[in-house]
């Protein structure tokens, strides 16, 4: 549950900082939001 809170709350923030710093300052938080992305999905089991 952790790692999908923090997925959430990066993922928020990376819009809001989108609609009211701009597309450069958006960019600066995928790097992060990619990782927490990519450490909630490596602790999915598949079907």
Same mark, same amino acid.
């Given at each position: &549950? %952790? ?5 959430? =709350? #990066?993922?928020?923030? &990376?819009?809001? /900082?989108? #609609?009211? =710093?701009?597309?450069? =300052?958006?960019? #600066?938080? /995928? ?5 927490? %992305?990519?450490? #909630?999905?490596?602790? &999915?089991?598949?079907?």
């Amino acid at each position: &549950m %952790a790692a999908f809170n923090r997925y959430y =709350e #990066l993922g928020k923030e &990376m819009a809001y /900082v989108y #609609l009211t =710093e701009g597309i450069e =300052e958006g960019h #600066l938080l /995928v790097a992060d939001f990619d990782k927490s %992305a990519q450490t #909630l999905t490596s602790g &999915m089991k598949t079907f």
